[in-house]
């Protein structure tokens, strides 16, 4: 049987989109104002589905509401970041060892399958691919722990720092490094590791805010 036709987005889901990508390319800047009218013009549509983007945007963090000022893309100082990562590691510790312990070998299939084509886009310096499977290869991990409230809570938690994933992604050194930690996330997944997935894990979390908090420093 065919797979039924995907539908096409709802003029909230198209803008939706186009903001995340923005933000995360860094063509709207942490800090920067969000200018409702020229990015209505822009994507071809009204205001109200991009108030309605905005409204996800601003609960997840990425976006922030000054009253009579109006929205502004999140500008994280270097100790949010780092309280962001630090819960991070508390949550992400547990879903990798439940997602181990629950792991089947199609889970191991799908996982390894989308780190093929993270590999693939970090070969070639394709950074918003990139940023994009990653979390597909991080939320692939996570989801196998059968948790979905926590999974959630760490949901909400990258997407407050996406902009600033897409930083530590830009440098080529830094995508190398990556390219190596997921491979060997991969094989600890594989080997049913537990604790060498989290200590993995956690060296790629501490590499990354690491560099991070060099960048914000400059």
């Known amino acids: 049987?065919?797979?039924s036709p995907k539908r096409p987005p709802t003029a909230q889901?198209?803008?939706l989109e186009q903001l995340r990508r923005e933000i995360v390319t860094r063509q709207l800047l942490p800090g920067a104002p969000i200018r409702q009218e020229l990015l209505a013009d822009k994507y071809g549509t009204s205001r109200v589905p991009l108030r309605e983007a905005l409204k996800i945007l601003e609960g997840e963090g990425q976006v922030t509401y000054v009253p009579h000022r109006g929205y502004f893309v999140a500008d994280l100082s270097l100790d949010d970041l780092n309280e962001v990562y630090e819960i991070?590691?508390?949550l992400e510790s547990k879903a990798l060892t439940a997602a181990v312990a629950?792991?089947?070998s199609e889970d191991v299939e799908a996982v390894r399958r989308i780190h093929q084509?993270?590999?693939?886009?970090t070969a070639s310096g394709d950074v918003v691919g990139m940023t994009a499977l990653n979390r597909d290869f991080h939320f692939a991990l996570f989801d196998i722990s059968a948790m979905p409230r926590l999974v959630r809570l760490i949901r909400l938690l990258w997407d407050s720092t996406d902009a600033y994933r897409s930083m530590y992604y830009a440098?080529?050194?830094?995508?190398?490094?990556v390219r190596?930690?997921?491979?060997a996330m991969l094989d600890a997944l594989v080997k049913g590791d537990a604790e060498a997935l989290v200590n993995l894990h956690h060296q790629h979390r501490t590499h990354a805010i690491n560099a991070l908090s060099r960048v914000?420093?400059?």
Do not use: K
């Open 171 to 177: 440098d080529i050194d830094n995508r190398q490094a």
């Open 180 to 183: 190596g930690e997921h491979a």
């Open 216 to 218: 914000l420093a400059d």
């Open 117 to 121: 084509r993270l590999d693939a886009a």
């Open 1 to 3: 049987m065919s797979d």
């Open 102 to 104: 629950r792991m089947t």
């Open 13 to 15: 889901e198209f803008v």
């Open 88 to 90: 991070r590691e508390i």
